[in-house]
């Protein structure tokens, strides 16, 4: 055997910039490679799943190393092209890479000492498993649940990480989430007859059934749909089946179960199911569409990259499902990017009746177990296996494609792209375009409404551009009426929150069984209330912020940090007891709603009825299937949504959007306007779209009023260059935090001046953001914008170095500094 001591360097996902070294114990030697996960010591007590990212013989100079413990994977996991791009995040958007690696895996691939673990109780045992194995599982049934930790520490096997994998890959035990505590195994129950009862016992069992009538009917029913004693295996009865065959409740079933002559066992099925769904034909596309089709293969030949501007409901989607068929039919893969959950669920249909099993989803409502299956199963790359087409949110850039031919970004707009926090940063739209090229790939950005860049980059010959102009059957787009809400409360005519012309509409509409949807970038009830004497408004305690007051539950929510209280009784200042609502948000539109239209089936889609796994679903499918007549929503409602009957389109309140202080806020308004008012018009009909404002006169009113993206993106280039602003210019914006107010101006003050010694008047700030503390932490942001044709590389090694100096210094200790390129 080979005698040298092998190191390897691995990626730990903790936010420390460098890679660290362990060294590899001889009779691993054979079995560490690059892209294998490994498990490792860290500090004292910690253990962590990390990921070899080197593997070389120079042991290192300052340091004593430590062994890795256990090798988890037969395979790498990781490969050279995904390793690139994680570095190139990393790189591009300042982060560590244990940061990328933390955002790439699912928790499940990446245990930690910290990492808690349940018992899965409807686990059943096919194959042997080794006493560890078998200890755990028993320490785990004594308690609710365990960390490793813990595992560690009553086993005394000092690494419990792999037999904890094991445990993991068998389904015998689950890995707890902090968001998505309610895993539970998808079952099915099927219904048995009790095997006792032979075919001579039969008519015997009838009879004692005797006046039981009902309870004969189900039986026979039973004995219908099993076809026992007449095939010999016996089909498998679903419950729902026979409830619903035997037009009986449970009851009657159960009765028969208390009788021992039925028996309902649980079946698990399968999350990823690859049975039945058969592959069909996509629709031919109409002339225009296939214009459009030829013009992006056409660009595909010189460019990596085409933006298809297309209107709302012109058959974008039909066009990518031929490209996406082309791809897979030359044996490529497709990633297809939506910026919002809700958008999959109708997607996934249209998908899936062109490409059968061959579509996977990727997205965060799913629970850990199921994204880990969905990685695995792209992992294995196995063409009869493995997804051909991947539906996912922004994070599902990070699953390890091995052949993608085509990246897909629908509505390439929306800012759900880009993630806020934590880092890394990133914009899935930008990230894509640099996977796209790691791979060879193409990239499709489609959208009614580009991102002012896109369509930049588009004009000046990065991407290709593709326009389709008409919408499909020639479908007229929606008249846009403007309700002027500052005059009809001058004249009192306001309907609560509604101006005569949105409720006329909508009353019309309801009358012709037509469907509505109204729009309002606001959850909750209200805003915030107000003292109507001194004008106290009460405040989240450990953010700057009103509180955001919820009917349901009757809370002042605080929807940064979460923290929610009662509604006090009185003023806390003046102890007046008279506390009003202000504003109002879909809660409270919902409410008016109720009072004015009581016959009116209403629904409504936000964070906060969308907070469980299928309810976007249910939402989506109820108004589909006319079970609701109005939907109130917030921007989720916005975005490519597809419905056939939605006559009348409402737009609460635009000034809301409008007045935001933001340099994209016109840009957004537009977007987001454009975007809803799209989801009107049928048929035989054109929609109506109703925007209430104070400001009729508005630009950006006007533009959207005239459907006029072109002029909203010249006056918006106009202001940008006048400005410094995007595609002008790049920013990173620099966000300092501290829970002393004190030592954090301080910090400003010195980190601001020396970034304006190197670079001038390019920095902006410090200055206190609009809130200006979250979570107890105060925030300050500088801004550095520099020129877009020079390369940002040296700009953000400067920053790393000064932030790293000043948060050096011992009376910055606590300091943190994090960066967001390109914000949003
Ligand atoms: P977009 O993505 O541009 O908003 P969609 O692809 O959702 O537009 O098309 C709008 C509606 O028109 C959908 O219901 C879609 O099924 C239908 N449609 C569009 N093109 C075709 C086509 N070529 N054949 C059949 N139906 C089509
Ligand atoms: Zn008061
Ligand atoms: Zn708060």
Known sequence: ??????????????????????????????????????????????????????????APADYETKPVLSILDSFPIIDRIQFQFWEWISQYYQCTIGEVYKAALPSGMKLESQTRILLNTEFVAHGRL????????????????????????????????????????????????????????????????????TESLLSETLDQLGRAKKQQEVLMCY?????????????????????????????????????????????????????????????????????????????????????????????????????IRKYIEAGQQVLYLLPEIALTTQIIHRLQRVFGNKVGVYHSKFNDAERVEIWNNIHQNDPNKTYQVVLGVRSSIFLPFHNLGLIIIDEEHENTYKQFDPAPRYHARDAALVLAQKHGAKTLLGTATP????????????????????????????????????????????????????????????EMNEQVILFQNRRGFAPYIECKECGWVPHCENCDVSLTYHRFNNKLECHYCGYSTYPPNGCSQCESTSLEDRGYGTEKIEEELLGLFPEAKIGRMDLDTTRSKRAYEKIIASFEQKKLDILIGTQMVSKGLDFDNVS?????????????????????????????????????????????????????????????????????????????????????????KHKDQRKLNQAGLQFGSALRKIFGIRIFGPQAPLINRIQNFYLLKIILKIESKSSPAKAKWILNREANTIKSKAEFKSLQIHFDVDPL
């Open 1 to 58: 055997m080979n005698s040298t001591t092998l190191y390897a360097d691995v990626i730990l996902p903790i936010p420390l910039a460098q890679l660290f070294t362990y060294n590899i114990p001889s009779e691993l030697n054979g079995e560490v490679a690059i892209g294998k996960r490994v498990v490792v010591p860290f500090g004292s007590k910690k253990l962590y799943t990390a990921i070899v990212k080197d593997i070389h013989e120079n």
């Open 130 to 197: 080794s006493a560890s194995e078998e200890q755990i599982l028993n320490i785990l049934s004594h308690s609710k649940d365990a960390s490793i930790q813990d595992l560690n520490q009553i086993t005394k096997l000092k690494n419990t990480l792999p037999q904890v994998k094991s445990l993991l890959d068998k389904g015998a035990i689950i890995v707890e989430e902090q968001l998505q505590k309610s895993y539970r195994e998808k079952t099915q129950k099927i219904v048995n007859l009790n095997p006792q009862i």
């Open 223 to 323: 004995l219908n749909l099993s076809k026992c004693f007449i095939e010999p295996t016996p089909h498998k009865v679903k419950l729902t089946e026979l409830l619903k065959s035997s037009g009986t409740s449970h009851s009657i079933v159960n009765s028969l179960v208390k009788k021992n002559i039925l028996e309902i066992s649980e079946e698990k099925i399968d999350r990823l199911d690859f049975t039945e769904i058969k592959a069909g034909q996509a629709h031919p596309l109409n002339p225009h569409q296939s214009t459009a089709y030829k013009h992006i293969i056409q660009q595909f030949e010189e460019k990596n990259c085409v933006l298809l501007h297309g209107v709302t409901s012109s058959g974008k989607t039909e066009i990518y499902i031929h490209l």
């Open 451 to 510: 991102a002012i860049e896109s369509y930049y980059n588009a004009r000046k010959g990065k991407y290709g551009l593709v326009e389709l102009t008409q919408r499909y059957q020639n479908i007229q787009l929606p008249e846009i009426l403007i309700a002027n809400t500052r005059e009809a409360r001058r004249k009192k005519i306001m309907k609560s929150i509604f101006t005569p012309m949105l409720y006329d509409h909508i009353r019309e509409a309801l």
């Open 648 to 736: 009348v389109v409402g737009i609460m309140n635009a000034d809301n959007m409008l007045n935001y202080p933001d340099f994209r806020a016109y840009e957004r308004s537009y977007q987001l306007m454009a975007q809803v008012a799209g989801r009107a018009g049928r048929k035989h009909k054109q929609g109506k779209v109703i925007i209430q404002t104070n400001d009729p006169k508005h630009p950006i009113i006007k533009d959207v009023l005239r459907n006029n993206y072109l002029n909203m993106y010249k006056m918006q280039m106009e202001e940008r260059e006048e400005y410094i602003y995007p595609p002008f210019y790049r920013m990173i914006s620099i966000t300092l």
